[in-house]
């Protein structure tokens, strides 16, 4: 393999199997190209107008040692490694469960495509013909107690948030809320001692239609990205998160008052949720990305986090949601993997035809998530399958070889029927 400039190799970071002998003290060595496509990370600030093009020298490394290219890049750039091979696949990202508030907030009914964790259940029946109610909870006390919105609009910003509830099929605002209390209930005909709180709410909300509700009734509350309340501070490059892989993340403190407090330039500056993948919204958002992304010379788009289950989510006061307990409103009970998996494959599906259905032809997709401890599920995407389903053309298994800590970050190998990709 070729060697690059030293003005390339500072915005190109490769994932190549050739670095899977890598270890402590061991020296680098030419490798030859392996006979199945390889997929390559870099540029990731290529966009940037003032980082210089790559020599004719380094676009032709690039082309005849990789099938599929994933960063930033500027026009120019995809141009120039366009030009030299029609076919190299260059992709952009998005995180695939992850919208902003600004964002979902402001699309008519997108609360409703969010994934929610049950946080207990309804004290006392509701009709359907209150406007504003008071609502009596009974609380699930593995998690957060309900929080109240900070914000007399009905989008969060940096100045403050809005939270919701959902029952049934009907959203409810959430204005104010009491301290939980103990307490004694009939819950399914059993006495019990339990956790209540009394919540003010608006009815009816984000155009959702007034149902009644009944007695024990499930309450529901969105799963969080970025909770609401929580204060960014300092960005950690690389730690230690506790499980033995260094990760690349964020402190993060709960505010008991106040929004998101971020540099006004942080990307993660405000709240954010975990989108539901069997949700029109879901399969909508990764096909209007796509689209964009080709139109701005890219062939496509790679999914982070496409996987059988929502990634590091927290309740609306920071918990982190441990045991995948989101609920899918189709079975009404909570998703298993199969049941995730199979919303995802469906997503993906949507997106490749809708792609074609507006450019004639089919977008490059690669993905990372989709099997970090499941392989079985992972391969699933890169095989054909029933009713012409279309794979993934490649795909990244995180997590899954080892790792090099102290000195440097996760070193990951996987293998696809289509690709290798080692991260390092």
């Not at 600004?102 to 699309?107: F, N």
């Not at 990764?286 to 929502?310: E, K, P, R």
């Not at 997590?399 to 996987?414: D, E, S």
């Amino acid at each position: 393999m070729q060697s690059l400039s030293l003005a390339l190799r500072t915005h190109v970071v490769f994932y190549l199997l050739a670095l899977c002998s890598l270890s402590a003290g061991s020296g680098s060595r030419q490798q030859l190209r392996p006979v199945y496509p390889l997929a390559a990370l870099g540029g990731e600030h290529a966009s940037d107008k003032a980082v210089p093009l790559p020599s004719a020298e380094d676009v032709k490394t690039i082309a005849e040692n990789f099938d599929f290219l994933h960063g930033e890049y500027s026009r120019d750039w995809l141009k120039l490694m366009h030009d030299t091979r029609p076919d190299l696949g260059v992709v952009k990202y998005i995180n695939s469960h992850i919208v902003k508030a600004a964002d979902l907030e402001t699309t008519h009914g997108g609360r409703t495509s969010t994934i929610f964790y049950r946080t207990g259940w309804l004290a006392e029946a509701l009709t359907s013909d209150e406007a504003d109610s008071q609502l009596s909870v009974m609380l699930d006390t593995r998690y957060s107690p309900l929080v109240a919105s900070t914000t007399k609009g009905n989008v969060s910003t940096k100045d403050g948030f809005v939270t919701h509830l959902r029952l049934g099929n009907e959203l409810m605002r959430v204005n104010s809320v009491e301290p939980p209390h103990e307490s004694t209930m009939n819950l399914f005909g059993v006495k019990k001692n339990a956790t209540f709180q009394k919540v003010l709410v608006s009815r009816g909300f984000d155009g959702a239609a007034v149902e009644a509700h009944t007695q024990n009734c499930n309450v529901f509350s969105p799963s969080y990205k970025n909770y609401p309340g929580q204060k960014w501070s300092d960005h950690v490059p690389w730690a230690d998160n506790g499980d033995g892989l260094w990760t690349d993340t964020f402190v993060r403190e709960p505010l008991s008052t106040g929004a998101v407090e971020a540099p006004d330039d942080a990307a993660d500056s405000q709240i954010t949720y975990d989108i539901d993948p069997s949700s029109e919204y879901a399969s909508q958002m990764l096909v209007n990305f796509t689209l964009t992304s080709i139109a701005a010379g890219y062939n496509g788009s790679w999914f982070d986090c496409f996987s059988d289950h929502v990634l590091k989510a927290t309740d609306v006061g920071g918990k982190p949601l441990a045991g995948s307990p989101y609920w899918n409103f189709v079975t009404n009970s909570e998703y298993t993997s199969e049941e995730f998996s199979n919303a995802q494959r469906r997503r993906l599906q949507n997106v490749f035809k809708s792609v074609h259905a507006s450019l004639g032809y089919f977008p490059v997709i690669l993905a990372n998530n989709v099997g970090s401890f499941y392989f079985t599920y992972g391969r699933s995407f890169l095989i054909p399958g029933p009713g012409n389903f279309r794979p993934l053309d490649a795909y990244d298994l995180e997590a899954f070889a080892g790792t090099l800590q102290a000195t440097k970050p996760a070193v990951h190998c996987r293998r696809s029927p289509q690709a290798w990709w080692l991260a390092v």
